[in-house]
């Protein structure tokens, strides 16, 4: 994912987020950016891909597993228009959807991390020190209907000395879905 740093579609085709799980703390080293409401959800996409036990796949795409390999091309969809306005810590989201689409939607917003470090001292990777990016510092959702809904910037649980920059991604699902509908991202002044 680091690499995606330097993509010139980020933010505009690609908004990348990573939810660091908790379930593979009982190998004796604890993820500091794990979270057990993010093992949650990853527990309810195993459930809708109707798997047997919850994993970590390479990446999700609009809410399917997605393996390595070249970047797909932007979807051609027009499910409606998210945007969103920063003012200090209030975001100010607003979402036109297509005639087509759902009434009621629910509103993510994350604040994300980069050039996180992690040293690892037990598992697979013991004796390693790991660099994260596109880290899920804190997460805000809520529900929505077509139009503009202010929200506050969920707070940074954790800062990088390496690269101080965060980003906010933000994204609509369907309410009470998984998949995304729309993102939008970008980094913070």
């Known amino acids: 994912m680091s690499g995606l740093k330097n993509q ?23 993820d500091p950016f794990a979270s057990k409401i993010w093992t949650e959800r990853q527990a309810d996409y195993s459930v809708r891909w109707k798997k047997e036990s919850v994993y970590t796949p390479a990446f999700v795409l609009d809410g399917k597993e997605w393996q390595y390999g070249k970047l797909p091309d932007a979807s051609t969809e027009t499910p409606g228009v998210l945007k969103i306005a920063i003012d200090g810590e209030r975001v100010t989201a607003s979402f036109k959807s297509s005639p087509t689409s759902s009434a009621k939607y629910d509103i993510h917003v994350a ?44 707070a940074p649980t954790q800062k990088s000395t390496v690269d101080p920059r965060t980003a906010i991604a933000a994204w609509i699902t369907s309410a009470g879905q998984i998949e995304p509908v729309q993102a939008v991202g970008g980094w913070l002044p």
Do not use: C
Not at 8 to 30: E, K, S, T
């Open 111 to 154: 604040r994300l991390g980069f050039s996180l470090t992690s040293d690892v001292t037990a598992g697979e990777n013991a004796g390693k020190k790991l660099s994260h990016d596109f880290v899920v510092l804190g997460l805000t959702n809520e529900t929505m209907k077509t139009g503009t809904k202010e929200l506050r910037l969920p």
């Open 8 to 30: 010139p579609r980020l933010w505009q085709d690609i908004v990348p987020v990573a939810f660091h799980v908790d379930y593979w703390d009982h190998l004796g080293w604890r």
